[in-house]
């Protein structure tokens, strides 16, 4: 197992890493460092949660000059959530160390105090791309040209943001930079990037998108004419989870459900986009105290917040990205642990099921009964065989269709057709109903000769 005493990294960082506890690499981290260390850009496609972290903050901490007063790399990511982690690994390691001056810049501090910061000669600065550019750029505060080394973080989630622009604002201020990527998916809006700054020659690819780690178990639960809600509470009785992370894909339905579990006496935490930033710093603090050991959230929980010792996922309803199942799930099973992925399906979902099932997804299948969760098989919805009358209705009304159709669409049109239609039916009705009772006259004829 690689180690990162292994690496020209100097002394004092490693011992305090392994003072942290950081002594083996985890795979993302075995390949990135040392490419990173020589000052190469690269992509590494990997999921959070893998270690990535560590991968480029390793590297920037132990080429940091501590004598030199200007902004020497810069660390982008998407949420002010994800900022915050970054930041806090970046200080806990800096805590030992006593060196360098890191600053964070993202939303939920003060602009003022921020602009302030900035006057202190930060050397490495861990930011969002919006206040990065209100408090550097607007403010004339920094120069860039002294950044050796820009870290996208979530890049996708920065390009599905809207933050390109701003991305490639900083990028041009640079004098040849040292550009590390990092993304879970490699959405086109990141070529032009990746072709001007890193090539081909180092990327890196860690997993396959539509995996998950091996130690995630997946579930359905057959929701059939089921209110979902109830299921989720009697879910929460039955599995009595260690730490629950509950997915809604609407913003509305993940507050409906919040409200529906505290009336019904469950303690729980939320999360979603529309908090504001001061509610989703004190629901983050309260989720790390272990306040709560059930959350509900969209999918701003699914990346970019690290929510640890997550024992169990169920998802209230499928995302409409594949992707995100597998995001959702991998907020599971972390760091060589063992965890569960639970999803409620029905008729309308089946086409979803069939979609992972063909991406390598295993589900077994369980229903609510009795109390309990017991495990079926996949409900099918049972195909009804045409008759013979049914199909001569259905040609009848493809042919009354086709004579009331005309080439120009007229106010009324559908109506005319509908009316047209419902007469047909009305007639083959009569006409069913009149051979059904020439048939039981014969039936009674022939008993009675």
Known sequence: MALFKQFNLKTELVEVLAELGYINLAPVQEKVIPIALRGESLLARSETGSGKTHAFLVPILNKLNVDINEVQAIILAPTRELAKQIYDFATEINQKLGNFRILLLAGGIEKTRNIAQMSLGPQLIIATPGRLKDVGFVNSVITLRTVKTLVLDEADMLMD???????NEILLQLDSPQIM?????????????IERYVGSSHIIEMSDIYQTSERVKHHLIDVHHQNRFEIVRDFIKWRNPYLLLIFCSEVEEVDNLYKYLVNSGIKCGILHGNLTPRERKQMLRRIRNDEFRIIVASDIAARGIDIPNISDV????????????????????????????????????????????????????????KGTFIETEIEKPKTRIKTDSQKELDNKIQRTIARTRSNVVKPGYKKKVKQAVDKVKRRHRREMIKKDIQRQRREKYKKGS
């Open 181 to 193: 990527i990092f993304s879970a998916t490699i959405p086109k809006t990141l070529n032009s990037i």
């Open 161 to 167: 943001s809207g933050f390109l622009p701003i991305v």
């Open 314 to 369: 169920l998802n209230v309803n499928f995302p409409r990205d594949h992707a995100f199942y597998f995001h959702r799930a991998g907020r599971t099973g972390r760091f060589d642990q063992e965890g569960d992925c639970f999803s409620f399906y029905d008729h309308d979902s089946l086409k979803t099921v069939e979609k992972l099932e063909s991406l390598g997804v295993s589900f077994n299948v369980l229903r609510f009964s």
